[in-house]
């Protein structure tokens, strides 16, 4: 996994003052790298029966879909409020340097379907609290939480202790 740490650019104080933003677009550009984050996350969870990959807006729909072409399952987006059309459920969380509000359809996820929620980075594990309280909500059972970037020095982990958890790249 060095290697695709290599592939992953930091951009100090963004999106503010203090946050150093690591950048996984030097990662998507690379055909091996964008390879190689996709079917860690695939391989690792290839015999879990996953029906439905959840991504959450923005980086999650990068990795997701392609995970969920990897493991023969469908793809449901999690977005931030507004930009779904149809019925939908919304999720207040907080952000490790604001809050912010997910929504999901409310046919996005049916009542005992595996779900896998793939997004690119845990931080505090506000954003994936919330896509699961939104997924459980909704009757899903969710067969783990994985992530191309871990900062464990934020301990995301402990909001999402009742999870499978899989990281590919942690700092």
């Not at 290697?3 to 950048?23: A, Q």
């Not at 779900?115 to 909500?137: H, I, N, Q, R, Y």
């Not at 899903?140 to 009742?162: Q, S, Y």
């Amino acid at each position: 996994m060095n290697d695709l740490k290599k592939l992953i650019r930091d951009i100090p104080d963004f999106p503010k003052k203090g946050i150093i933003f690591k950048d996984i677009t030097p990662l998507l550009q690379n055909p091996k790298g964008l390879r190689g984050a996709v079917e860690s996350i695939s391989d690792y969870y290839k015999d879990k029966k996953v029906d439905i990959v959840v991504g959450a807006e923005a980086r999650g729909f990068i990795l997701a879909p392609t995970v969920a072409f990897n493991l023969g399952a469908g793809f449901t987006p999690i977005r931030k409020p507004g930009k779904l059309p149809y019925e939908k459920i919304s999720m207040s969380y907080a952000l490790e340097y604001g809050t912010d509000m997910l929504e999901i359809h409310k046919d996005g996820i049916a009542k005992g379907q595996q779900v896998l929620l793939v997004d690119d980075l845990l931080a505090t594990g506000g954003t994936m609290a919330a896509c699961c309280k939104l997924v459980e909500s909704l009757g899903g059972n969710i067969v783990g939480c994985a992530f191309l970037i871990e900062l464990t020095f934020l301990n995301g982990k402990k909001a999402l202790d009742n999870y499978d958890i899989f990281s590919v790249i942690r700092y």
